[in-house]
């Protein structure tokens, strides 16, 4: 489904990825952990459009994305949860909710999707005209991960989505990963907290210094004692 191949990219002077080649097939929730500045996020805005490649390809279905606009590939089928969850404080949750459906046109189904969104979070249905920013982390996860979904990507990127969040409210979020991957949607997720990414993914990529260091079966990485002591604390 998605290929990158080769992939360079600079922050200036900064040579932010390094000959990064990753693979994720239809179906799949892959995992890219990795320490503060390896690397993960350049790997996601890059996909999304957000920053460009120097050098190398990447793939989608076929089509090569490096010089399409962000907004292109929203179209395409991808879709990116961003680090800090990013959604509009100023605004309602439904608000907020119908700006993730600004590229389509097809307001029954953008209703069936949006009482969709509603079943898989609740809480955002109980306070659909509440402003996002004063939800909690938790709730505002939830609404930025709903706002993503109703763009009806084939492939979701996820950045952080555990980050600054209550052990129960990590697992509430995990949780729901799976549930959207089980739909039908196929998932990357950068993750800060390896041992749950590991344990939801089928497969991994770990990224040091820009570069890819290690992959595999999330499973055995899980077991893997270099990567139990480098990235799961021992």
């Known amino acids: 489904m998605l290929e990158l191949q080769n992939l360079h990219v600079y922050y200036g002077a900064i040579h932010a990825l390094r000959n990064v080649c990753l693979k994720i097939n239809e179906g799949e929730i892959v995992t890219l952990i990795g320490a503060n500045g390896a690397g993960k996020t350049t790997v ?13 390809k990447i793939l989608y279905n076929g089509q090569e994305l490096n010089s399409r606009s962000a907004s292109d ?15 509009f404080s100023a605004m309602s949750i ?25 079943s898989l979070f609740p809480v955002l249905l109980e306070r659909k005209n509440q402003l996002a920013g004063t939800l909690s982390g938790g709730e505002q996860q939830m609404l930025a991960i709903g706002r ?60 040091k210094n820009g570069r890819i260091d290690i992959e595999g079966n999330a499973q055995a990485l899980l077991n893997d004692e270099q990567v139990k002591n480098a990235y799961l604390g021992g």
């Open 44 to 56: 996601l805005r890059t996909i999304s459009g957000i920053e460009k490649a120097k050098s190398g």
């Open 94 to 118: 439904s608000e907020n909710l119908e700006m993730g459906a600004f590229t389509r046109s097809d307001k029954s189904q953008i209703k069936k999707d949006l009482d969709n969104i509603f």
């Open 148 to 207: 993503a979904l109703l763009s009806r990507p084939k492939l979701l990127l996820l950045d952080e989505p555990s980050m600054g969040l209550a052990p129960l409210i990590v697992k509430d979020i995990f949780s729901i990963i799976r549930d959207i991957n089980k739909e039908g949607t196929t998932i990357l997720l950068v993750e800060q907290n390896a041992n749950m990414a590991l344990q939801c993914a089928n497969r991994a990529y770990i990224i």
């Open 73 to 87: 590939i929203v179209k395409l089928g991808i879709s990116h949860v961003p680090e800090g969850r990013r959604v």
